[in-house]
């Protein structure tokens, strides 16, 4: 059955196996996930697409790209953009109560919205630990020859509970813009998501899940990002977070 939360992202459901608590051990925790919902027909969002590309070489952050679809009747369908990509941009809002959907817009760590190319603003964010502190739950995972074993460590809180998302990303895209906005532009997207998927529930205590690396194939995807989220009827804070290789 798909899972409840399909509402606000196109998840496919996966036969996750969790074969009980395991130490995840030492790994890299990223300070920060930023996700960009932008679009191929705005015509603020280039300066975004260009900071977050500069972002994604830092190693503590996690830069995500979700292209939406709203902006497609100006002219140019964006070759890259999801539906579920603006649920959940929409979700996000829900849960704010805010109501603020726009291109570019960023959210850091599931918790934080703000214009994604103000730059000064997005480095407060991802550095400020009273709002977007690093995220507390370390992930490790593992691409072997016919699946990923993903490690996830206890939570340091006691209580906690979140889901675990796959996300297959396709790391550098170009793209040749011939009408609309952004008419005659050639722009660079980096680490597009092009599917999500849901591994599993996450009860707060250490866990092993194994998934088929058949789901890291979609859109020309060439490798992947780990995202543990709460939810409380939608997206909330993102707790941990994994880059797979060459992030």
């Not at 606000?8 to 395991?22: D, I, Q, S, Y």
């Not at 709002?131 to 072997?144: D, K, Y």
């Not at 205590?205 to 060439?222: I, K, M, T």
Request: net charge positive.
């Amino acid at each position: 059955m798909p899972h409840p939360s399909s509402r606000w992202l196109l998840a496919v459901p996966l036969a996750a196996v969790l074969v009980g608590p395991r130490a995840a051990g030492a790994g890299e925790t990223p300070r920060a996930v930023v996700e960009l919902f932008t679009s191929q027909g705005c015509a603020a969002c280039p300066a975004a697409d260009r900071l977050v590309g500069e972002l994604a070489r830092n190693p503590d952050v996690i830069v995500l790209s979700l292209p939406v679809t709203y902006w497609d009747y100006l002219g140019w369908k964006d070759t890259l953009a999801s539906r579920a990509f603006t649920e959940r941009q929409r979700a996000y809002a829900g849960m704010r109560g805010d109501r603020q959907v726009y291109t570019p817009q960023a959210v850091v760590n599931g918790a934080v919205t703000l214009v994604g190319s103000d730059r000064a603003a997005l480095e407060r964010s991802i550095h400020d630990p009273g709002t977007a502190a690093s995220l507390p739950v370390a992930i490790r995972s593992e691409v072997g020859p016919d699946s990923i074993a993903i490690d996830i460590a206890p939570s340091p809180v006691p209580g906690r509970r979140a889901e675990l998302w796959l996300l297959p990303v396709a790391r550098t895209r170009e793209v040749a813009i011939v009408r609309g906005e952004n008419r005659g532009r050639t722009m660079v997207y980096r680490n597009v998501v092009r599917g999500m998927h849901h591994v599993g529930p996450w009860s707060g205590a250490a866990a092993h899940y194994e998934v088929p690396r058949s789901l890291l194939r979609p859109g020309e995807a060439d490798s992947y990002v780990l995202v543990l989220q709460a939810e409380h009827g939608g997206p909330g804070r993102i707790l941990g977070a994994a880059k797979g290789p060459g992030l």
